[in-house]
């Protein structure tokens, strides 16, 4: 079946670092491929989606690149911020899954201090 | 403004009492799902409509039930709710059945059952 796999956290960073957050996936068809953000107290928000392999999804300073050939998503940002600091979910959808049903990954907390 | 909102943020139930979470979306969506977030595990879908009065079981239906009597309303039940019911419950609406369907994510309701 279906899975998503994402780098433990907690991550923490000083705010102006690189942020990375690994993401590879398994799925049977072609996916999409998403992620997702969860601010303290509130639900999940969609950061970024990529529909096809090579596609690049970017918001608010973050990009991922869609890789088929190695099955990943990473997160990236070149200069995080402390209103940053979240819980982000990989998350895929695939055609095997029935429509827009997602997979998500364990989600990686980040914290960014000043 | 995309709007999902969740009756309670907050619910305290008792071993063995029916439990009621009630999730409204004010989009005109066709498509409402319920996940349950539990640390270490990420979100994991209970249950999920694609229509008023359908509803298809997720990865994890057992002990939960659901009702789409309207369009924009989805209920999720806990028959008998047991300890291992404790978790934080995640309402989300998306609008198609495409692979790059957003989903829209209520604030969520943290449950305890004691």
């Known amino acids: 079946g279906d899975s998503v796999t994402q780098m433990e956290g907690p991550v923490t960073l000083s705010e102006e670092a690189f942020l990375t957050i690994n993401c590879t996936y398994t799925?049977?068809?072609?996916?999409?491929l998403f992620w997702y953000v969860q601010y303290p107290g509130e639900g999940l928000q969609l950061l970024l989606k990529a529909t096809k392999a090579d596609d690049k999804g970017s918001n608010k300073g973050f990009e991922a690149t869609y890789r088929k050939e190695t099955t990943s998503f990473h997160l990236e940002k070149g200069s995080v911020q402390v209103s940053d600091s979240a819980v982000y979910f990989c998350a895929l959808s695939d055609r095997g899954g029935g429509g827009n049903k997602l997979t998500f990954g364990t989600g990686t907390q980040l914290k960014v201090e000043l | 403004d995309v709007k999902v909102t969740q009756s309670s943020r907050y619910l305290v139930k008792r071993t063995g009492e029916k439990v009621f979470l009630e999730c409204v979306q004010d989009m005109d969506h066709e498509n409402m799902f319920w996940y349950r977030q539990d640390p270490g595990l990420g979100l994991r879908l209970i249950y999920f409509s694609y229509d008023v009065k359908m509803k298809e079981k997720g990865d994890i239906p057992e002990g939960y039930s659901v009702s789409r009597e309207k369009k924009e309303r989805f209920s999720l039940i806990l028959e008998s709710a047991s300890t291992n019911q404790t978790s934080m419950y995640l309402c989300a609406s998306s609008p198609e059945r495409t692979l790059t369907d957003t989903q829209y994510f209520g604030p969520g309701t943290r449950l305890t059952v004691l």
């Open positions: 799925a049977t068809g072609y996916p999409s």
